[in-house]
Nanobody
């Protein structure tokens, strides 16, 4: 059973930055598709970003972003630490949510929560105006 542990959430003013981290206890981290989602208590969980290996032969990773965060957020990983990051810049009050790390992607697209089978406990991000 993969365990994911997020950290790095907190409070920030609009326009500021935060970096979230997610450490993965599973094996073969470099092969894993990793994702970030977020959820406001009154909304459904929504896709933020994903990073997937580009092909069976090493050719880096492809990244995917929700339109609402494109150009402001960056997903990346450090395989030596089994950690995936979400660098968030130019934060807006509407980015306020609990952010979740996900893995064990079942295939197909990346935007639906049901395509992911392992989740972290979440970390709160609050952006004030």
């Amino acid at each position: 059973q993969v365990q994911l542990v997020e950290s790095g959430g907190g409070w920030v003013q609009a326009g500021g930055s935060l970096r979230l981290s997610c450490t993965d206890s599973g094996r073969a981290f470099t092969w894993r598709t990793m994702g970030w989602f977020r959820q406001d208590p009154e909304k459904e969980r929504e896709f933020v970003a994903a990073e997937a290996r580009n092909g069976r032969i090493w050719n880096g990773y492809n990244t995917y972003y929700a339109d609402s965060v494109e150009g402001r957020f960056t997903i990346s990983r450090d395989s030596s630490k089994n950690t995936v990051y979400l660098q968030m810049s130019s934060l807006r009050p509407e980015d306020t949510a609990v952010y979740y790390c996900a893995t064990d992607h079942s295939g197909g697209g990346y935007s639906r929560p049901e395509q992911w089978n392992s989740w972290g406990q979440g970390t709160q991000v609050t952006v004030s105006s």
